[in-house]
């Protein structure tokens, strides 16, 4: 539905910081379906732990925000080359249920769950294998850049 060329249009993060590889589903106004490939050479590997490679919860959280921020830029009809810049205020009720690791695909959903006077909440998942990584309630906010 979204390659990578699409995703850059609407997500201002690059490299090594952009972590949404495509987007399989996008319904506006409702939900989105993207997913990250996780490959040794992620830089986060290096030091994340070099014997034992994981990717940080933390940054899970972000990969779940940037699914978030596109169904919000999407639904928006708006870019961040327009102006328009899509800020992660606030995540509520994290659980992490099990570790990413090299040669996983992250699979991240996000659904809104309501908006009010530019502030968006999200109800979020990440999974391997349909297997839950992580849940998460995100909030961003629309704002001028």
């Given at each position: 539905m979204m390659d990578i060329n699409e995703i850059r249009e609407y997500l201002p993060q690059r490299y090594p910081f952009l972590l949404v590889d495509r987007v399989l589903e996008l319904e506006l106004g409702?939900?989105?379906?993207?997913?990250?490939?996780?490959?040794?050479?992620?830089?986060?590997?290096?030091?994340?732990?070099?014997?034992?490679?994981?990717?940080?919860?933390?940054?899970?959280?972000?990969?779940?925000?940037?699914?978030?921020?596109?169904?919000?830029?999407?639904?928006?009809?708006?870019?961040?080359?327009?102006?328009?810049?899509?800020?992660?205020?606030?995540?509520?009720?994290?659980?992490?249920k099990r570790q990413v690791i090299p040669g996983d695909r992250l699979m991240m959903k996000a659904k809104i769950l309501n908006e009010k006077r530019g502030i968006w909440k999200f109800e979020c998942e990440a999974s391997v294998d349909g297997e839950l990584a992580a849940r998460a309630i995100i909030m961003c906010a629309d704002r001028k850049a």
């Open positions: 409702e939900s989105i379906v993207a997913y990250k490939n996780m490959t040794f050479n992620e830089s986060v590997f290096q030091g994340h732990f070099p014997d034992h490679p994981v990717f940080p919860g933390v940054m899970i959280i972000e990969a779940m925000a940037q699914t978030a921020g596109l169904l919000g830029f999407k639904t928006m009809d708006k870019k961040p080359s327009e102006g328009s810049i899509y800020l992660f205020v606030g995540v509520d009720n994290a659980r992490f």
